[in-house]
């Protein structure tokens, strides 16, 4: 690696020696983020095989029939639904679409004692049939969570991703477009760190087709801050509630990030996604902890970390943040889980 490119690019110590694809995808989880996630997926033709895998139920079967033959539609994609662990032998790509989601002022304590016993019990018979795969973990408390999968599963740590905060890097993005009025492909800004109210945005790197925004504005995301930016950071992850009282899940847009993510790794792009890996080792953290932050993503899963030049605030925001998760100690009746 260059030197330019080791000053920006932090490499992955665990990565998996790359393998052929068959392009086979399980999706775990026939409730609404599993079977639009399945749909993303048969939509943009990026299987040749779809397992959509869930416990016996009427549910299963209606959800199956109902995609299953609108696939005559799409390019030669075979989609089976199954309560059979072993009929998703050969996944490329496992996805982990299913758990509680939360509600309006509910703790990450109480989701996580409700979410944590699904990875428990669905990880390990998932490995028993499948060698060598990517996850991708969208139940929440996501860093947790996937943190957790990564240590059931016994993969290199740069197979397993979460959703971490790519959904509020996208609505800050999209927000901060409309204020200043430009397209929101012109904005890059990311959100980083711990998820929900507790994410970090990071102010200092946000730029406008390549102009930063702090040289124009000394004070933003900062106390002063006459315009208020980080109102905009605290809408972004309000939504959640928003889409939560009003419809239950934000199924479409995982579903569009889901489909995303499966392209980037059959594709090998090397797109810079904001997911949850594996932060040990990287922005001096030296914790065994799951957090969000920009990746390279591959073939091979996170191949890259992306090194942000942090101010002086959100690198502190950002140990905190390793520090709190190393330390996380779930409500009465549930085991801590630590490693």
Request: glycine letters at 8%.
């Amino acid at each position: 690696m260059s030197h330019f490119k080791k000053n920006i690019l932090d490499s992955r110590q665990q990565l998996a020696p790359e393998r052929t694809l068959n392009r086979k995808i399980t999706v775990f989880g026939t409730d609404p983020v599993g079977m639009a996630c399945a749909h993303a997926i048969a939509n943009r033709g990026l299987a040749t095989e779809i397992c959509i895998l869930d416990k016996q139920s009427s549910t299963l079967t209606g959800e199956i029939l109902d995609i299953k033959f609108g696939a005559y539609f799409m390019d030669n994609i075979k989609i089976i639904g199954t309560y059979d662990f072993e009929k998703s032998m050969g996944s490329d790509i496992i996805i982990i679409a299913s758990g509680v989601t939360r509600l309006h002022g509910e703790s990450q304590a109480e989701l996580l004692e409700q979410n944590h016993e699904l990875i428990l019990k669905i990880v390990p018979k998932l490995m028993i049939y499948n060698n060598n795969p990517i996850l991708i973990v969208f139940t929440i408390p996501n860093n947790i969570l996937t943190h957790l999968a990564w240590k059931l599963s016994g993969l290199s740590s740069s197979r397993v991703i979460g959703l971490g905060n790519i959904l509020y890097t996208s609505r800050l993005n999209n927000m901060m477009a409309d204020r200043l009025g430009v397209s929101p492909s012109e904005v890059s800004t990311w959100v980083i760190g711990d998820t929900g109210s507790h994410s970090i945005p990071v102010w200092s790197c946000s730029n406008v087709a390549g102009v930063r925004l702090r040289d124009k504005y000394p004070k933003i995301g900062k106390e002063g801050d006459g315009d208020n930016w980080n109102r905009l950071h605290r809408n972004a992850v309000e939504l959640d509630d928003t889409i939560s009282s009003s419809k239950g899940a934000a199924c479409w847009s995982k579903a569009i990030v889901c489909a995303t993510l499966v392209h980037d790794i059959l594709n090998n792009t090397r797109k810079i996604r904001n997911v949850s890996t594996l932060a040990k080792g990287h922005y001096g953290i030296k914790k065994n902890v799951f957090l969000s932050l920009p990746c390279v993503v591959s073939a091979e899963g996170v191949k890259h970390v992306l090194r942000l030049p942090l101010d002086v605030e959100e690198h502190h925001k950002l140990q905190k943040a390793a520090k709190e998760a190393d330390v996380f100690r779930p409500g009465s009746g549930l085991r801590q889980i630590r490693y």
